[in-house]
């Protein structure tokens, strides 16, 4: 099977995750989209993030309805912080019989360079990239790369941080959230202080 990677730490999942995760399982050759929860990511505080499994919760929550979107908490068992590189040897080792993509927006693939072991990744793995509004920067160096593939999914401009800040003034934001995610962290008040 081949399984795209949405890296992130869904602080929380919302509408714009869900339209791009679902916009690769049915426009594109993967079969599945999993939604990887990571605890920290070596490039983010981790003062302003929900506990891990209460971010897994709403991710789990967010899915439900969608049999070809997944999550994993696999991160949660790797050394802190978390390295792509590491968790793709993690799970090629667990789920060998799978063929796994890494899905990222442009804007993460403008700073690729400066993941990890990178050339590895990019000499291992496919990226799909999905287009994000972009600050006019020159192009970056994998623009024309074999092993990327450019998806022409819609362009969502909701971020996480965005809707922790509105949540925090009072704002009314529920339709940038699943219905069931919005109730739960409106229920559990999280993101209010």
Not at 23 to 42: A, G, I, K, N, R
Request: hydrophobic letters at 40%; a positive charge.
């Amino acid at each position: 099977m081949k399984v795209g990677l949405f890296f992130g730490t869904f602080n929380p999942i919302h509408v714009g995750h869900l339209i791009i995760a679902n916009y690769m399982v049915e426009f594109s050759d993967l079969e599945e989209v999993w939604f990887v929860v990571t605890p920290q990511s070596p490039f983010k505080q981790k003062a302003s993030m929900l506990n891990n499994n209460h971010r897994l919760a709403i991710a789990n929550i967010a899915v439900e309805n969608y049999p070809k979107l997944k999550t994993t908490d696999i991160e949660f068992k790797l050394s802190q912080p978390n390295f792509t590189i590491n968790t793709l040897a993690y799970i090629e080792e667990k789920f060998s019989n799978n063929q796994f993509c890494l899905i990222m927006g442009e804007d993460n693939l403008k700073g690729f360079h400066k993941w990890k072991n990178y050339e590895t990744i990019l000499r291992n793995y496919e990226l799909y990239v999905y287009p994000r509004i972009s600050d006019g920067k020159k192009e970056h160096q994998f623009s024309n790369h074999q092993k990327i593939q450019k998806v022409n999914a819609p362009i969502v401009q909701i971020s996480s941080t965005f809707i922790r800040k509105a949540i925090q003034e009072k704002k009314d934001i529920s339709t940038m959230l699943p219905a069931n995610v919005w109730k739960y962290i409106d229920e559990m008040n999280f993101y209010k202080k």
